[in-house]
């Protein structure tokens, strides 16, 4: 059986997402959470994910965020006029990467991972990125190096496709794209990262979530990193992100009975 890592991502973006990953990860249907430290009273969920008894303790991470409508810590990528973080777009090349300011991404990165370590009373076992954003020219470096520095145990997330495999859709084609340079710069600092990557999709697609989930198994070896993104849909995530429904329905796919029975079609068990 190749054991894998299904990691859900946002955990503390609001209370609901919160609340779907703890039952997911005491029912052993999850083996890592990301933890997103720029919300208010995060440290609360923290705590509660700290007390939820699992069959499989989970990996925690940090799921660095400077992107999206959230203040930063301490610095912004680049300048706002309402001093939060600004939309992913914008740290895109050219103009992104020319007007990054590599330095507060550094500063805020490790920031976060301070928090984290407050929180937790620990360094995060991995690192990765809201948006893919640690993925981006003039990110990475920065983001690296903050992660090198402050949490050099941790692994970080590429997001390429297994050698080999072809990456599905065009969304994880540009990823893949994007992770090539990034895995090149990990290597060069000595920075662990996972051998493979699944999970992104159109989430504006009808999908039945059961397929999708299939079809990111398919040639993930071992240690390799499935996303997720489950949640209960409730007030503080509608003000916060625009990806809502899809969040239950992923949910709903990882409590139910036809989760295992994939895992075991696949020759797939949790790491």
């Known amino acids: 059986m190749r054991r894998i ?57 940090l799921h660095t965020t400077l992107t999206g409508s959230f203040a930063p810590l301490t610095a912004l990528p680049l300048a706002t006029p309402d001093g939060k973080f600004p939309p992913l777009l914008k740290l895109l090349p050219p103009l992104g990467f020319l007007r990054i300011d590599r330095k ?31 993925l981006m020219p003039g990110v990475r470096v920065p983001f ?11 692994w970080v997330r590429q997001c390429g496709a297994a050698p080999g495999a072809s990456a599905h859709g065009g969304k994880a084609r540009f990823l893949e794209f994007l992770s090539r340079g990034f895995r090149r710069r990990a290597e060069k600092l000595g920075i662990t990262f996972n051998p493979a990557f699944s999970g992104a999709y159109d989430f504006s697609t009808a999908e039945n979530f059961s397929a999708l989930f299939a079809r990111f198994l398919d040639g993930l070896p071992e240690r390799g990193v499935v996303m997720c993104h489950p949640g209960f849909v409730d007030a503080e995530l509608v003000a916060r992100d625009s990806l809502t429904d899809r969040r239950e329905a992923e949910y709903k796919f990882l409590a139910g009975k036809d989760f295992p029975a994939v895992l075991a079609r696949a020759g797939a068990t949790l790491a």
């Not at 991404?105 to 407050?118: D, G, H, L, N």
Request: charged share 20%; glycine share 6%; with cysteine.
């Open 104 to 134: 507060a991404i550094k500063a805020e990165t490790k920031a976060q991972i301070a928090a984290f370590r407050k929180a937790f009373g620990r360094a995060p076992d991995f690192v990765d990125g809201h948006q893919h954003v640690q």
């Open 5 to 61: 890592i299904v990691c859900a991502d946002d955990y503390a973006l609001s209370s609901g997402v919160s609340r779907a990953i703890r039952a997911l990860v005491s029912h052993g249907r999850l083996n890592a959470v990301s933890v997103m430290t720029v919300i208010p009273g995060f440290e609360q969920e923290c705590a509660s994910l700290l007390s939820t008894p699992s069959p499989i303790p989970p990996a925690i991470g």
């Open 144 to 154: 690296l190096e903050a992660v090198s520095e402050a949490a050099p145990k941790a």
